[in-house]
């Protein structure tokens, strides 16, 4: 593995900057906490007494565990059908994205053709068109299709939004399969199709369920073409916007702690391809 | 990428079998479901925009809906809120996460749980940001809880209120780059990865301290990572919309905002898409900005 | 100038000991080769030497101080590293000038310094480039030139020539000594490759599993190898190795008795590691007093001479002729071992 430059400093060995190292400590801890304490916080707030709101000064450790306010938050009214609403759009994006984006993938990964430099400009540059942008034609196209506020309209552009990064990745977890080893099953009398399905796929789970886990991620985030898409029938996101203006402080703190705890074991799963992802260095 | 032997379109096709010249097809047969689908949804309607921009609802060919734009009570305020955001955001940010990446690739104990924890935001939506956040910006909230109780006030400041804007940027700011620091820190660790280190111990042994080889050799080599990832992450900056929208409703109007508001409030989708293009031309001309200022010299990384 | 004192270093990481327990003292002015395969510890030793390593046990002297707490910039140490590591983002001025700078050398001496150096090495036209811009002879050429221009009392070279092809690397061999010797510095010098550690080294530190096993001239490593690794190690072919039954001043190998100069501690009757080298065994279609009967297995003209490979009893060996030595397979031939060409290099099967 190679090792930053900078960090030579840091990783010369103890004896030599002993206080330069507990000053990098130091700041690895502030910025841990920087990163915790609103979690803290935020569950705080979610999982205090509903009464307790309005106390004040809050105090800053736990008086009372309740569930009253996340009780409040799941069962208030157009929640849980917008909950079940997200997993739906969050599954069907998932089946979309790689539906497409394997073979894609595919191609990338073991193909030379022309055009090919191109394709991965493109698919690099997805990621600058502002979802502003696309969301208000895209309205007016669903509204043509009668598809407005429906689960398949908001699928069908979150699957559009997560398709690049399918694909990369996609591409990525099939250029780690040695093509020697489809040639292997192909030499040994299977198609080509047949080798994919035999040798490529079983090789590629893991890699591919990341995937998959980064087209949920997503969808399961998005806001903004949730929200123009919908009206009836939001997605979860969509429905606290929507509730944001008329709804108690309590609903609002008990929807930001059931959006965030999810981020935490999302993360753990996704970390190993974190740099694939969302990394610019390796081309 | 490395690529299987590549397929030599001419000789097969001299050849002439209908089989050979599927086989030239097939990345292309592979490749064209999912270009299709994108540039069907994003690539489409992004010009899409541009035609109910500068159209009227029964699609006549206008300029009035940017003449009511400009025109539009909070449009002035949103632009200023926009860029203010952005102007505050983008340094802090990249300030920091270059320093968190520096610390996660430097080998502290612990290395592990802290890019966890620092990363952990990647998959958490602007909204749930916003949010988070509330409870500890609002005038009952966390942080004026925190200040009274070391009795640094006497009264809660309304951060919040709609006339309080140091109050305003300052939460949305936090919320902001609280949630989205992460991204910028992975961008620039895949940034540092890629540097050799043999070429940091070039440079130490040439006599150069831990500051100069960070400012000489490591900021120097990863000027291409920072101009991708200030392009990304400008992009999306104009973009902020729900940390605003749950922090502070419409007391900071964004550019974002206004869109959503004329589109899914006043069904006006003239009004929103002018918005709409509006912001994807100011991100454009910083895109254009970044591509010009950081640029890298010819010969750096190609022949 | 700098003499390099190693004192019982010990080095580990985790699951591995690099270096165990190594000294070696590298004379002022002196071209020290550190050989070995990989992963014997010389790139670590290297790296211990250049201060990016600390040695868990041990010290490190220059000139009689103490370095081993001081930072790499500190040591006055220059470095050549198998990679090159030249700054991609610098001109090949500014990179030969980068270490000149970061001493706050005035830029008047920097610049007539980086063009000494630069004609020096022949790279004058090249200044003005990126190092991508530059083929792997010419990178290799500024690593050299930004390593020199530091003159600095000890330069360090990490497997330099390793990324060159073939013929450019025999050129640079040869061109990198002599301007190592005119520039009158320290040389230590890791390389795996054991004709690069003859030809260019004063003494040459054979090393295996972390530890230095001969130090000594090219010439004595080659003929007087330490041990049975060494002897293997150095030279194409490698020195033959038979096992043959400790005598009185002779060993006997197969059956038949070769006369040795010393016994080397060894008891009769004891089993011992013979060497010999290939070019030192006479061979002859004539049986003579004294002479080894051996049987032609492989066949190898190799232009200058040819290649034998042998079968003495069950023991294989090669041997090296004259390519007029008229012989083909399954031939009888006879082996006359040259006077003091011998060597006794160990306890069979033990190291």
């Not at chain 2, 902001?176 to 111990?201: F, H, K």
């Not at chain 2, 729900?242 to 003239?270: C, D, F, I, K, M």
Request: proline share 6%; hydrophobic share 50%; charged share 15%.
């Amino acid at each position: 593995m190679s090792t930053a430059v900078a960090t030579r400093a840091a990783a010369v060995p103890g004896r030599r900057v002993e206080p330069g190292r507990l000053l990098l400590y130091g700041c690895a801890v502030l910025v841990t906490l920087f990163m915790l304490t609103p979690v803290y916080l935020i569950a705080l707030a979610a999982f205090s007494p509903p009464q307790a709101i309005f106390d004040y000064p809050h105090p800053l450790v736990p008086v009372g565990l309740s569930l009253e306010n996340i009780q409040f938050f799941l069962t208030y009214q157009g929640i849980g059908p917008a909950l079940l609403r997200s997993l739906a759009v969050g599954a069907l994006t998932v089946v979309i994205s790689l539906a497409l984006g394997c073979p894609a993938g595919y191609a990338l990964a073991r193909y030379w053709f022309s055009g090919k430099d191109l394709a991965q400009l493109m698919l690099v540059n997805v990621r600058a068109i502002p979802m502003v942008i696309i969301s208000i034609p895209l309205l007016v196209t669903f509204l043509e299709w009668n598809l407005y506020d429906t689960v398949a309209s908001v699928a069908l552009v979150h699957a559009a939004i997560t398709l690049p990064l399918t694909i990369l990745i996609s591409a990525s977890v099939f250029l780690r399969v040695p093509s020697e080893l489809e040639e292997a099953a192909m030499s040994l009398g299977t198609s080509r199709v047949g080798a994919v399905l035999r040798v490529v796929l079983p090789n590629s789970v893991p890699g591919l369920a990341t995937a998959a886990l980064f087209a949920f991620v997503t969808s399961w985030n998005e806001v903004f073409v949730a929200v123009i898409l919908t009206l009836r029938g939001p997605t979860l996101p969509a429905a606290l916007v929507q509730q944001l203006a008329a709804s108690p402080l309590a609903f609002r703190f008990a929807g930001g702690l059931c959006l965030t705890i999810p981020a935490f074991v999302f993360i753990f799963f996704m970390r190993p391809y974190l740099f694939n992802a969302f990394g610019v260095g390796g081309k | 990428m490395t690529a299987a032997a590549p397929p030599h379109v001419g000789r097969r096709s001299i050849r002439g079998g209908g089989k050979a010249r599927l086989r030239a097809l097939t990345p292309y047969l592979l490749m064209a479901p999912a270009l299709l689908f994108i540039a069907y949804f994003l690539f489409w309607p992004a010009l899409g925009a541009f035609g109910v921009a500068f159209q009227t609802a029964s699609g006549q060919w206008t300029l009035a809906n940017f003449q009511s734009l400009v025109r539009d009570t909070d449009f002035g305020l949103s632009v200023r809120n926009t860029f203010l955001l952005l102007a505050i955001i983008i340094p802090v940010e990249f300030a920091v996460a270059l320093g968190m990446a520096v610390l996660a690739q430097s080998r502290l104990r612990g290395r592990g749980f802290f890019l966890y924890v620092w990363s952990f935001p990647l998959a958490i939506s602007d909204l749930a940001a916003g949010l988070v956040w509330l409870s500890i910006f609002t005038s009952h909230g966390y942080l004026n809880s925190a200040l009274q109780s070391l009795h640094l006030i006497q009264h809660p400041i309304g951060f919040l209120n709609y006339d309080n804007l140091p109050g305003l940027v300052l939460a949305v700011v936090a919320a902001e780059t609280w949630r989205s620091i992460s991204l910028v820190m992975v961008v620039i660790m895949s940034g540092i990865q890629a540097i050799p280190a043999d070429l940091g111990e070039a440079a130490e042994i040439l006599g150069a301290g831990a500051w100069r080889r960070f400012t000489k050799v490591t900021v120097p080599l990863l000027k291409p990572t920072l101009q991708v990832g200030l392009m990304l992450r400008t992009t999306t900056a104009f973009q902020v919309f729900a940390v605003v929208l749950a922090l502070t409703g419409s007391g900071l109007p964004v550019l974002a905002t206004r869109t959503e508001t004329w589109a899914y409030g006043a069904r006006n989708y003239q009004m929103a898409a002018a918005y709409a293009v509006l912001l994807l031309l100011l991100s454009s001309l910083a895109t254009m900005a970044y591509l010009t200022t950081l640029r890298t010299p010819r010969g750096v990384f190609q022949r | 100038m700098a003499e390099i004192r190693i004192e019982r270093i010990t080095k580990r990481y985790p699951g591995t000991l690099a270096l165990n327990d190594v000294s070696l003292t590298i004379h002022d002015r002196e071209f020290m080769v550190l050989l070995g395969p990989s992963g014997c510890g010389k790139t670590t030793l290297l790296r211990l030497i250049a201060g990016f390593e600390q040695p868990d046990a041990g010290a490190i002297l220059l000139d009689g101080r103490d370095v081993t707490d001081v930072p790499p910039g500190k040591r006055g140490l220059a470095m050549v590293f198998q990679s090159y590591a030249l700054f991609p983002h610098l001109k090949v001025a500014d990179n030969i000038a980068f270490g000149l700078r970061m001493h706050h050398v005035s830029g008047a001496d920097v610049g007539r310094r980086v063009g000494a150096a630069a004609e020096l090495m022949q790279i004058t036209r090249l200044l003005d480039r990126y190092p991508m811009q530059l083929s792997g002879g010419q990178r290799q050429r500024v690593a050299v030139a930004r390593a020199l221009v530091m003159e600095p009392a000890v330069i360090l070279m990490d497997e330099p020539l390793s990324n060159l092809d073939a013929l450019l690397r025999l050129q640079m061999r040869a061109e990198l000594k002599r301007l190592l010797l005119e520039a009158r510095t320290t040389t230590v010098y890791v390389t795996h490759d054991q004709i690069e550690a003859l030809s260019m080294g004063d003494r040459t530190a054979v090393m295996r599993d972390g530890s230095i096993l001969q130090v000594d001239t090219p010439t004595a490593v080659y003929d007087h190898p330490s041990d049975v690794f060494v002897a293997q190690f150095i030279g194409t072919p490698p020195m033959n190795v038979l096992t043959g039954r400790m005598g009185e001043r002779q060993v006997e190998i197969e059956g038949h008795v070769v006369a040795v100069d010393t016994q080397d501690g060894f008891r009769s009757g004891e089993e011992v590691a013979v060497g010999v080298r290939a070019e030192r065994i006479e061979v002859s279609h004539e049986a003579g007093d004294g002479a080894l009967p051996a049987e032609v297995g492989v066949v190898e003209p190799l232009g200058s001479h040819l290649l034998l490979t042998l079968a003495l009893g069950a023991q294989s060996l090669k041997v090296a002729t004259r390519t007029d030595f008229a012989v083909k397979p399954h031939d009888q031939v006879w082996l006359r071992p040259e006077q003091g060409s011998i060597r006794l290099l160990g306890r069979a099967n033990g190291d």
